[in-house]
Every structure is written in C-alpha cells, then in structure tokens.
Nanobody
C-alpha cells in the first residue's frame, strides 16, 4: 500500500513562508498534486506537477507557491511564500489520479 506522509506545516504570521514536504513510499514521477482543506470547506487542489515537471497553480496561490519534487528521494515539496490567513488549512499531497490520503499537515496563518 502506497504511503504519503506530509510534513512541514505550522503556525506563521501573514507574509511568512513555509515549505511542506510529501514523502512517498513509491515512485512519484507521475502527476502529483498538493491539496488543502479549510474548516467547513471542501478539499481543493492547490498545485499540480506533471510527469515532465510542468506545473499548474490555483489562481489564488499563483506567484506565491512553488511545487517541486526530488524523484531520487520520492519526495514532493510545496514552497509557500507571502502566506495569507486564507491559506489556513490542512494540506495534503496525493497522486492526481487518486489514491489513499495521508494525515495531512496543518498550516495556520495568523493576521
């Protein structure tokens, strides 16, 4: 069973930065994504990286977030800069085609 473990979340002031990591138990050279779920809201995709490392971002995070991965380490990252209170959520990583969800990592941005 494939495992995905997110880490790197925390409490940060608005304007601050965090870097999330997603460690996978298997090869992640396929299309992968970061998602987030804020309290009372549906889970939404945030950033996608394809098999050739092309990237796509949700409009609300464009220019602030950067998705990347290290295939040798089976690890994906999300660098988050200029964080806003509305970025507060639990962040998850997953295969874009679907898969088991991990525990996620909480990101809280204070104003």
């Amino acid at each position: 069973q494939v495992q995905l473990v997110e880490s790197g979340g925390g409490l940060v002031q608005a304007g601050g930065s965090l870097k999330l990591s997603c460690a996978a138990s298997t090869n992640i050279t396929t299309v992968m994504a970061w998602y987030r779920q804020a309290p009372g809201k549906q889970r939404e995709w945030v950033a996608i990286i394809d098999s050739r490392s092309g990237t796509t971002y949700r409009d609300s995070v464009k220019g602030r977030f950067t998705i990347s991965r290290d295939n040798a380490k089976n690890t994906m990252y999300l660098q988050m800069n200029s964080l806003k209170p509305e970025d507060t959520a639990v962040y998850f990583c997953n295969f874009f085609a679907g898969g088991n969800w991990g525990q996620g990592t909480q990101v809280t941005v204070s104003s």
